[in-house]
């Protein structure tokens, strides 16, 4: 019998307690899986799967359902990053549709007006929205099915209402008062005030009409039409810098992802303006290892993974930033086999150790893992979607998309139903920093998919949401897979770290590793946080099944045929 575990879970204006067991078996089919962080999401890309549409129409298609279902953390107002591959030609694509700074966010725009940092939310904190551009892209290239068919689910649900789920609700009445601080973001996401609870109806009539023109008009439908000039006429309104000029001039970008081996796996990930590099950078450093006979969750196991992280972000806050600042030279150094050498003989086994980025000389305190020298960035956020879908021709697909914090900056534009994101408060208004703000540039960003290839073909297409956490926990989750042995469920259920602005460890990790790790050096942080969530496809390389699993932190499921 597995493992029980208490656990509460927010819904409504209460909490409820639920037993719940540690991890569940994973769905295993051959001809078909999708995997996401919603039900609806999930069923509605498996209806496209079984329908004849391949990988990339039932993701996208699941994409759009979450716009819709899970407004908390995704919609057409957001950023998506994917990575594709194709069985026909048997090659790997990587597509950045995240969006741009406005041509007016200049950094004596933001200094004349008195700001030190970027606000967290608000229009200051909008930048271009790429998702839709990236849905396009997606479907050009890959797909067979047209915009209009793979966005008919996510109409019917923004028009006749979708059942809201326990997690969501929970978020959902978390971001009460901060809705309630903008009509229009009050009146499309608040009845009578507050929150829809779990298991109530919620419909979003005016997000369905976006939905519609969209399938209607196509990506120009919302960069160039009648939702362009809405969305700029409501910053304009709100005093904040996206134009319709801005909107007009958005373009994705195909890019090659970045890699690195790890026990016999090449892992990919998708470069800058990703954080990318940062979990491949740390899987360098933790090869040399053996990281079986550590034990999984020991306090040998968590210390070394810390120190790794430390080293890794101290580089990723240092150099990440629009791919145009970032160096190919300093990137390819960064996530070489020889950089991890030079930075595991800094690791101390006995102490935890703070660590200067690369070509810095080191320091001490928090500075050294924060060298942008400002107040900490919001990155703690959680507040993202991870799916991915794979189909019996072998196309597979890892597809992030995000508003960045709960309802993005806040606000929603007009009468269009479209929460903004706040992915531009990442910038930095640090003119020496390589992330400084400025026109057109793409912002720090936290979305990272990945996959991982074995004999040149998928074994794994995978992705952990959760802002800062999101490339530690994808070390974490391949760590359970290869080193650990666990099955694509186990291996997201299990407990893992999150090391911010202190060392947060989940229920299941014995309080003795806690006293440990303390002794250690090491600052735990309070309970909570965010750990993020999880979800993952499994591909046999013998027979071609098909394993899926979905987080349990998270509404989510599996589904295949």
Known sequence: MPAMRLILIPAAAICWLAIVPETRPPVIVRNGLVATSQPLASAAGLRVLQEGGNAVDAAVTAAAVLSVTEPTMTGVGGDLFAIVFDAKSGKLSGLNASGRAPSKATLDAFRSRGLSEIPVGGPLSVSVPGAVDGWAELLQRFGTKTLARVLEPAITYARDGYAVTPIIAGQWQSAEDRLAKDPAAAATFLVGGRAPRAGEVFANPKLAATLQAIARGGRD????GPLAQAIAADMAKREGFLTAEDLAAHRSDWVEPISTSYRGHQVHELPPNTQGFAALEMLNILEAYDIAALGHNTAAYLHLLVEAKKIAYADRDAYLADPGSVPNDLLRRLISKEYAAERRKEINLSKAGTYAPAGKASESGDRANNPLGAA??????????????ADQHGNVISLIQSLFNTFGAGIVAGDTGIALHNRGSLFSLSPSHPNVIGPGKRPFHT????????????????????????????????????DFKMDVQAAGDAP?????????????????????????GHRLAEPGGTH???QGILIDPRTKALSGGSDRRKDGVAVGY
């Open 532 to 534: 993020g969530g999880y």
């Open 221 to 224: 439908a919302f960069y160039r």
């Open 447 to 482: 979305l990272v998919p990945g996959m991982v290839m074995k004999d040149g073909r998928p074994w794994l297409s995978f992705g952990v949401m959760g802002g800062d956490h999101q490339a530690q926990g994808h070390v974490q989750v391949l760590l359970n897979l290869i």
């Open 376 to 389: 900490p960035r919001p990155l703690a956020s959680g507040d993202t979607v991870y799916l991915t879908a």
């Open 496 to 520: 893992r770290f999150n090391h911010g602005a202190g060392l947060a460890l989940e229920d299941g990790i014995p309080e003795e590793v806690r006293v440990k790790l303390t002794a250690l």
